[in-house]
């Protein structure tokens, strides 16, 4: 079965929010196993979005939006629904019970006619009830296609599209099993994984390949198809197993587990520490960890020295090692490293200083020079590395080459 997002809103088209609707949505229908053939923003005004109803006509199985069903004159999609399919708004009456409950006993506000208009749905319509918010998603079917429509609101989306739209589109829609294993390898190149693995790829039969590097980090993800979702997991089962020794050592995961979650579970399980001193990567490294629930377990702490007096009087970086080695140098990641680990009292600490660009600032290194740190109870090392430019391309890899490097220290524990 064939299905298409179609997101609406200006705000998306100027680039005023970031969709992230669509990618939720586009996870689900593929659990569910249906081809997402396309995924298209579109502004909201009538004329285009009775368009983009009548374009995905007997083309797909599936098309669903989200957007555009507010209160507001500027939210018209549900009166376009209602054209497109010849059809009259009623009173949906428990819609008009629940915003009324939400209104006048939750928020102690009168309904205005703009409230009881989000109670009002085509005749046709079947109602998706959103305990959410006010506004509830519809479906309709014309010919071959079946619409769908949702709020634009994230949580609102979401708690109707699992409690409301998948149990239908289960109950109506029958698909194959479509199971994916993704595995994460660090510490090599897509180039050079495609040459190891040319035999097996030609061995994959009808096995699906995909390639997602980044990094020094690629993903390979393996999708199979069939009846049976037992019978599809031992495929892919048995096609991982028949991959080359020589590619085994990069592989950190078998499950699409994030490097950072393997950093941290291995924290939490032998109940050690971490904490950052940062300069170039300004926080991103400590945020990256303080951000996930229970971070108080394994995060002690983190500082963030950008500008070089503040490496001395924050961080206690001797001016005599900076005078020496300059600002971005492995000698001054060695101590901020160092002072990290003293300050916060944490079994590891993780430095970083470097000149992201586009200006070279406190220090003459070149451009993309970035300096890793890290010191434990028994030992400290730094690593330097160029990056080159742009400044976001810098420290996106100063990140994931600081991950790798953590995770390699741990490993050797």
């Known amino acids: ?14 680039g ?3 969709d992230t609707n669509s ?28 368009a983009c109803l009548q374009e995905h006509l007997n083309k797909v199985d599936l098309v669903v939006f989200t957007g555009g069903l507010g209160p507001t004159n500027d939210d018209v999609t549900k009166h376009v629904f209602c054209d497109f399919f010849d059809d009259e708004l009623i009173v949906d009456q428990k819609v008009y019970e629940h915003v009324e409950e939400l209104l006048v006993k939750i ?4 309904l205005s006619d703009i409230n009881k208009a989000q109670a009002l749905v085509p005749s046709q319509a079947k109602v998706l009830f959103n305990e959410a918010g006010t506004a509830p998603g519809l479906l309709m079917t014309k010919e071959n296609t079946t619409y769908v429509v949702m709020p634009g609101v994230p949580f609102e989306m979401k708690n109707i599209f699992q409690k409301e739209l998948t149990p239908y589109l289960k109950s109506c829609f029958k698909n194959d099993f479509r199971v994916h294993q993704t595995l994460v390898l660090h510490g090599i190149g897509e180039s050079v994984l495609a040459e190891m693995l040319v035999d097996w790829e030609a061995n994959l039969g ?3 390949l995909a390639y997602l590097p980044n990094f020094l980090m690629v993903r390979l993800r393996l999708t199979a198809v069939g009846t049976s979702e037992e019978q599809v997991k031992e495929t892919l089962k048995q096609k ?6 020589e590619v085994l050592p990069f592989i950190k995961s078998f499950d699409d587990t994030d490097i950072l979650d393997l950093i941290i579970k291995s924290l939490i399980s032998t109940g050690k520490s971490i904490s950052f001193a940062e300069s170039c990567t300004g ?3 400590a945020s990256l960890f303080s951000e996930r629930p229970g971070a108080s377990q394994y995060f002690k702490g983190g500082v963030v020295t950008y500008a070089t007096e503040s490496k001395v009087d924050v961080l206690g970086v001797r001016q005599k090692t900076i005078d020496e080695y300059t600002v971005v140098s492995e000698a001054v990641a060695k101590e901020m490293a160092i002072n990290s680990r003293r300050l916060f009292k944490s079994d590891y600490a993780v430095s970083t200083t470097g000149n992201a660009g586009p200006s070279k600032g406190d220090s003459d290194a070149t451009l993309g020079t970035v300096c890793i740190g890290i ?4 030992t400290i090392s730094a690593f330097e590395f160029n990056f080159g430019q742009p400044r976001e391309k810098v420290l996106n890899n100063a990140l994931i080459k600081g991950l790798q490097l953590i995770y390699s220290e741990i490993l050797k524990k």
């Open 240 to 245: 991982v197993k028949e991959l080359p020794d």
């Open 1 to 14: 079965m064939k299905a298409s997002i179609v997101t609406i809103g200006d705000e998306i088209l100027i």
């Open 107 to 110: 928020f102690n506000k009168p």
């Open 23 to 50: 990618q939720f949505i586009a996870n689900e229908l593929d659990k569910m196993g249906f081809d997402v053939v396309q995924m298209l923003s579109i502004s909201d005004e009538r004329k285009v979005i009775t």
């Open 375 to 378: 010191a434990t109870k028994d």
């Open 283 to 285: 926080g991103r490294l």
């Open 16 to 18: 005023q929010i970031v």
């Open 206 to 208: 009808d096995v699906k």
